[in-house]
């Protein structure tokens, strides 16, 4: 019994079941996780608006509007007369603050690094979104599969129904082998109520990432053979790593803007007074300069404070990439020993139990054997196709984590 033949006709009446069910494929299901995730465009609003924010960065302060009375006496005969005395005047002025060009260099410096930040934090989640939906979809595939299976088994097992009565009617088989196969039938009916429930979960899980209701997993399983090397090469420029590069370089870019507190800033206005006309109107033009001369109390502390941020968020960084290789080698471990306990099944125990069905049944139709006990060896066969299918999936599953997170089809 090949569980694959029932697999499309099984997928099939699943869709007519259902008449809100859609067929998926995986690829479908990536592309889709991409473009329908509030999560994905909440992060791509964030890039946006740190970009926005950046064009700003570096431009001058906006300038300042003074006005008031200067010189004004308040006490003596001309007290509270603006026309009275020559210092005395109604004044308007504009003031422009200039930041040292090094301080708004740093300030550009530290709105980009904002953004490839932002940037980096996306491509996390959209690892994360794929990692997700990619394994949802082989869920929903090998659940649809064993309940195929499962399906077939049962419409098989059924069929000895007719055969076990006219047998125990006729006295040549004992009533207890009609319980034999209600026993098998109630276990395949029982792990086919356990795959429904995975089913169902993976059909939500599927719908998580895709506005789909019901779906169907239609195509091909992805590969379970991996490119281990070209794995192990993409690793330095994994998500992971990338959002600690963005944090380390926040965090020198921190450096630069504590280090141009050092240097003066500059200032410029320019006031007009109106005064008595005896005396006309006066213009005034001031500058000024920001006096950076306590250094080891103010600007100094500060820029010891961003040079340990941002040998913080090294050392973190190294350690991410640690703990990244460990994960990696970790998962390619679970990856291999999945991929070797399917096979084995499949090369190995799958062709003991078939023999095992043949010569059952042969011995069966040869008077040898009792019904029972061809009955027992179908049941034992389709419960190994069901194992064998969740070994399979395991090694799916181990790979496409692996490709999404390591390498192909990454962000």
Avoid at 370 to 378: E, Q
Wanted: charged share 25%.
């Amino acid at each position: 019994m090949d569980w694959r033949t029932g697999l499309v006709p099984f997928s099939a009446l699943l869709a007519a079941q259902t008449a809100q069910a859609q067929s998926v494929g995986y690829e479908e299901t990536l592309a889709a996780a991409r473009i329908e995730q509030p999560l994905l465009q909440a992060g791509a609003l964030r890039v946006q608006g740190r970009r926005e924010a950046a064009e700003a960065a570096d431009q001058l302060p906006d300038p300042r509007v003074r006005a008031g009375i200067m010189n004004l006496p308040v006490t003596g005969p001309s007290a509270f007369e603006i026309d009275r005395q020559l210092p005395t005047q109604i004044a308007i002025g504009v003031e422009q603050e200039f930041p040292n060009l090094a301080r708004r260099r740093a300030r550009f410096g530290v709105a980009s690094s904002e953004v490839r930040l932002a940037q980096a934090r996306l491509g996390m989640a959209e690892r994360n979104v794929l990692v997700g939906a990619g394994t949802a979809w082989v869920n929903l595939y090998y659940a649809q599969a064993r309940l195929d299976l499962a399906s077939t088994a049962l419409d098989e097992l059924r069929t000895f129904i007719p055969v076990a009565n006219s047998a125990v009617a006729s006295g040549s088989a004992r009533p207890a082998e009609s319980l034999a196969i209600r026993r098998e039938l109630l276990t395949i009916e029982d792990a086919m109520t356990t795959i429904e429930a995975e089913r169902e979960t993976a059909q939500a899980q599927v719908s998580r990432y895709m506005p789909v209701e019901e779906p169907v997993a239609l195509g091909a399983a992805p590969s379970a053979v991996l490119d281990e090397e070209q794995l192990r090469f993409e690793l330095h420029s994994n998500p992971e790593l990338l959002l600690a590069d963005a944090e380390r370089r926040r965090a020198e870019a921190g450096i630069e803007l504590a280090r141009a507190e050092k240097r003066p800033d500059f200032g410029v206005s320019v006031t007009y007074g109106r005064r008595n006309p005896d005396f006309g109107d006066a213009v005034s033009v001031m500058g000024s300069v920001s006096l950076p001369i306590f250094t080891d109390r103010r600007q100094n502390p500060r820029i010891a404070a961003a040079e340990s941020e941002a040998a913080a968020a090294s050392a973190e960084r190294e350690d991410r990439r640690r703990a990244l290789v460990a994960s990696f080698e970790a998962d390619l471990a679970t990856w291999r020993s999945s991929v070797r306990q399917w096979r084995c099944a499949r090369d190995e125990l799958l062709p003991l139990a078939r023999d095992r069905t043949n010569l059952e049944t042969a011995s069966f139709a040869a008077g040898r054997a009792d019904l029972v006990d061809v009955i027992a060896a179908k049941s034992a066969l389709a419960l190994l196709e069901l194992e064998i299918l969740d070994r399979e999936q395991a090694a799916v599953e181990a790979a496409v984590m692996l490709r999404l997170t390591y390498g192909e089809n990454r962000p």
